[in-house]
């Protein structure tokens, strides 16, 4: 008896998440949307098309909250920001992550910060250890490292190779 309940549980939230992916791939077709093993929705969309995606999710979706942003560098051509939204839909929340590409060389996107609050801090924390600008980022400095560090130091980038944090900070006092 148990067992059926859970079933029928889990049927239905697989319902949900079909239909909130299908409602994203109706409205976003240049999107490659997905559904994984544990039914969370992966959305790979063009950068310059976030911002709408944010707001379409926001308005359409009732996603009200960003739960965080990540990213990595892939070590050649981009580096991969990740969004991961829970927007909730009919009582359940939704796991919701959107896949953007920016170049390596010019690592820029929109802010979503003016759509979701907390972006806020995730993006200056993204800018901070990888060096993506976030163009219209009310406050764009460092989070996590000190201020003073130079332009350029982003640890997380596969190509840095500058001082340690330790040899940066004890050069700064010696000065």
Known sequence: MVRRMVAKIAAAERKVVENVAKVISDSFPE????IDKFDKIWVDIPSEKLVEFAKFVKEKLNCTYITTITGRDDGKQ??????????????RYVYLTVRIKVP????????????????DLYEREVYDLLGVRFIGHPNLKRLLLPETLPEGYHP????????????????ERKE
């Open 78 to 91: 981009y580096i991969e920001l990740l969004y991961h939204l829970s927007p909730e839909i009919e009582g």
């Open 156 to 171: 997380l980038r596969k190509d840095f190779k500058g001082p340690t944090l330790e040899e940066e900070l004890s050069k």
């Open 104 to 119: 390596r060389d010019k690592p820029e996107v929109p802010t979503l910060s003016n759509i979701f609050p907390p972006a």
């Open 31 to 34: 999107a490659k949307v997905s």
